[in-house]
């Protein structure tokens, strides 16, 4: 585009340029929010930022509309109590895994349980541990939808069950669970997977521990049968000579409970092994297995499955370590190293406190 200017007599194109005022460059930064002469506001007028700020509160309101739209439709395709995707469709899978309470919260200790019998300290921080992981089936249960059940009477739909720390004999609070003896109790609970329903042993079936063989073998109800069972014992043979044996309160997670639907004020069930008289001042490792025909069972400190482990140490010397203890066995004798404990758990999700 051409600039206009104008030719003299002599040929020469004469152009007009305004001059600007001499100002200071504060003169300049005022004039910049504010021009008197055109009455802009940093470059504008009033009328223009008036239309600016308009059209831009139109455009994201109209955005915020269809975010909004967009949201009301996902939430519509959602249940609140149902997953969409489940079981082997979910990340969780089919395959429950068990968990164990009492745990340290102390990351560095794993799963170990330590403590001294002759010392109130450790055995008081367990029985705490254990307390508040009970602390729910204390609960006053006076809800609407709690009901009495057994294997003859399940909850109804929109129901659950009630539950009560009395049947935990050898291992209720009043005993301290066990962590003022040699016999520590230990509280199981398998991981909640919405919809599953567990397929029962009712009969034994090959790789059966006989201690479950022969509880299976004096249960005369069939309805009594239908439980997701459970077994303990030590992982190595050292482990099984240092613990004389396990009470289990109950046997299994009964039937009943399954499956999970997420139904209001729903607990798990638990169920508290007792290990008895276990060698003192020595870890113990001990595996806990979970019996059901849909729970794939896989041993190992890789990916382990339908079942636990977890270590143990009761002490009657106050000798608290400065590290903790692993120990392993060679020709029979028990070599102890100076290293982690790590947990090993199944590979589902973690339970719940």
Known sequence: MAI??????????????????????????????????????????????????????????????????????????????????????????????????????????????????TNATTVDKWVKLADTFLAPYKANQTGKNYVPCNFDKPPQEGKVCMTTVESLKNCSPERKYGYN?????????????????????????????????????STKSEESKK????????????????VKGFNYYPRGFAGYYYPYRNVENYLSPIIAVQLLNVTPDVIVSIECRAWAK??????GSL??????????????????????????YENGTINIETTTVTSTTSNSTALPA
């Not at 499955?305 to 692993?326: M, R």
């Open 303 to 328: 990916n382990r499955a339908g079942s636990i482990t977890f270590e143990v140490q009761v002490d009657k010397a106050y000798n608290p370590p400065e590290q903790l203890y692993q120990s392993k």
């Open 227 to 242: 439980q997701i069972w459970v077994t303990c014992n030590g992982v190595d043979d050292v482990d099984k000579e240092n």
């Open 181 to 217: 003896s040699s016999s520590p109790c230990i509280f199981l609970k398998l991981n909640k997977i919405f919809g599953w329903t567990p397929e029962f042993y009712t009969e034994p079936v090959e790789g059966m521990p006989e201690d479950l063989v022969a509880h299976l073998n």
């Open 294 to 299: 849909n729970i794939v069972y896989r041993g």
């Open 4 to 117: 206009a200017g104008k030719e003299s007599d002599n040929g020469v194109v004469e152009f007009q340029f305004y001059r600007h005022e001499n100002r200071t460059k504060w003169q300049n930064f005022k004039n910049a929010l504010y021009d008197k002469s055109t009455n802009q506001i940093l470059g504008r007028t009033p009328k223009n930022w008036g239309q600016l700020l308009l059209f831009y509160a139109i455009f994201y309101a109209v955005l915020a509309a269809l975010f909004a739209i967009c949201m009301q439709g996902l939430f519509a395709t959602l249940d609140e109590r149902e997953p969409r995707w489940q079981m082997t469709h979910g990340l969780i899978g089919d395959n429950p895994g068990l968990g164990f309470r009492p745990i340290s919260p102390k990351t560095e200790e794993g799963s170990l349980v330590w403590y001294n019998i």
